[in-house]
């Protein structure tokens, strides 16, 4: 449908169709069935919700691209209307998005836009590097080690072979974990489909800090560095990227990482059209929020997910960029719009962490929960659950809703 259609100056319009968009459409449906007045509209560039969780798995392709893209159609109910559009911008006191479709008026706005790469001006690296943070990055990731794979069977020189066969993952957080330790699985098996030496491939992981998977429990970190040294990923850590080179990633200290194929995965920063807003911004251009989920001085804007800056108030620390902490900020911007509408007062976020789980290779991975670190297949099968129960709920929360199709 056109985007003129959808704007109206009595509607809810969300931004964004990820983990916290696509969760306050499908929770505000069922809270809305009485209701059928309030005009609620998706905008969102791509007509397919992304599993952005499972892309280590598509980057390492043992997973279709296709795979992690659920079409929105088969989620959303007719009462939501999805304007498929690129978002450039916000008229904030016209109360309307600017898209590729025209402008989309709201009466509440919630943004959801999630966030991007943040290179942190590295020279070369937004250039050099790919990048892992859709289903089209992670299938590229793929089809560049397929293609450095071949490149590195066609050659005799041992040296230029060994480079070829070497990807280089910057950033060692979780994302840059999951995907070394995916890809340093998968390998051996695609070096012998390449005619290389199953032990030809390797994986190094490069992070700037002291320690991997920063900010988690010390036995976490151990029993992810033990797993990630088992299948072979090369960790060196204090190893911050001065540049991204033709040759490799130049270290601070000088030394040259190596390798056929770069991907960075050092962190997240908001979405460019907020930087160029006059909305608030904090830390890494996030948006900055009041304990409700509204933007400061916005009150008819609710941000939630990667976008949002949401403060702990219990740690005093800015909640991390995880699909965990945005579906919980979903559900909160659902109830505080339902809230509006029956003018009710508004609740305050709380975020209740329900633990870490990080799969490290295709068998093992770790986790905390309640304060237990566990390392090994059960961890792996805790994430294949949590990915399972996730699909599982967007389903059923799509059952919910009496006017579904
Ligand atoms: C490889 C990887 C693995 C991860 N693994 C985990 C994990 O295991 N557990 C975990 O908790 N978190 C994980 N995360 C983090 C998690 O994916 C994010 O925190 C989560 O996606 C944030 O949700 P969101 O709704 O804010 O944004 P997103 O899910 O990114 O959604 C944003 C939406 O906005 C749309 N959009 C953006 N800009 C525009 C525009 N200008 N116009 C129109 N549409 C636009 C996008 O198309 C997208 O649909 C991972 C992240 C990555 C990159």
Redesign the pocket.
């Known amino acids: 449908m056109s985007a003129s259609a959808a704007g109206s100056g009595g509607q809810i319009v969300i931004?964004?169709?990820?983990?916290?968009?696509l969760h306050v459409a499908l929770r505000l449906t069922a809270k809305l069935r009485d209701q059928p007045t309030v005009q609620l509209t998706l905008?969102?560039?791509?007509d397919y919700?992304?599993v952005?969780?499972e892309?280590?798995r598509v980057a390492g392709g043992t997973r279709a691209a296709d795979a992690v893209r659920i079409p929105l159609q088969d989620m959303l109910a007719t009462r939501v209307r999805f304007v498929q559009?690129?978002?450039?911008g916000f008229d904030l006191s016209g109360r309307q998005l600017i898209?590729g479709a025209g402008p989309v008026g709201w009466r509440w706005l919630v943004l959801?836009?999630?966030?991007r790469p943040n290179d942190f001006a590295i020279p070369g690296l937004a250039q050099r590097a790919l990048s892992?943070?859709s289903a089209s990055d992670?299938e590229r990731v793929w089809a560049a080690v397929s293609k450095a794979l071949d490149e590195a069977a066609a050659t005799t020189d041992p040296e230029r072979q060994r480079r070829l066969a070497t990807v280089v993952v910057g950033g060692g957080g979780?994302?840059g974990v999951?995907?070394a330790g995916e890809l340093a699985a998968i390998l051996p098996q695609a070096a012998s489909d390449h005619g290389l030496a199953p032990g030809r491939p390797a994986v190094q992981l490069v992070e700037a800090g002291p320690t991997i998977l920063a900010g988690s429990s010390p036995q976490l970190i151990d029993k992810a560095t033990k797993i990630l040294s088992d299948l072979g990923v090369g960790v060196r850590t204090n190893a911050a990227i001065a540049a991204a080179t033709e040759d490799g990633f130049r270290l601070k200290d000088g030394q040259l990482v190596q390798g056929g194929v770069f991907v960075w995965?050092g962190g997240v920063e908001a979405?460019e059209?907020v930087a160029d807003s006059e909305l608030p911004t904090g830390h890494n251009g996030r948006v900055k929020v009041d304990r409700y989920l509204r933007v400061l001085d916005h009150p008819q804007i609710y941000a939630?997910?990667?976008?949002a800056s949401v403060t702990d108030p219990r740690t005093g620390h800015v909640l991390p960029?995880?699909?965990?902490?945005?579906l919980e900020e979903g559900e909160t911007v659902a109830r505080n719009l339902d809230a509006e509408l029956r003018g009710r007062p508004l609740e305050a976020f709380t975020f209740h962490d329900k633990g870490f789980?990080?799969s490290v290779g295709t068998r093992r991975g770790v986790a905390d929960i309640a304060g237990i670190t566990t390392g090994g297949r059960l961890a792996h099968l805790l994430?294949d659950a949590i990915e399972w129960e996730y699909r599982q709920s967007v389903r059923h929360l799509r059952g919910w809703d009496p006017v579904a199709r």
């Open positions: 931004a964004g169709a990820g983990y916290a968009g905008v969102d560039r791509h919700h992304q952005i969780t892309l280590p559009t690129e978002i450039s898209t959801a836009l999630g966030s892992v943070y992670a979780a994302t999951e995907l995965a979405p059209l939630a997910g990667d976008l960029p995880l699909a965990q902490v945005a789980v990080v994430k």
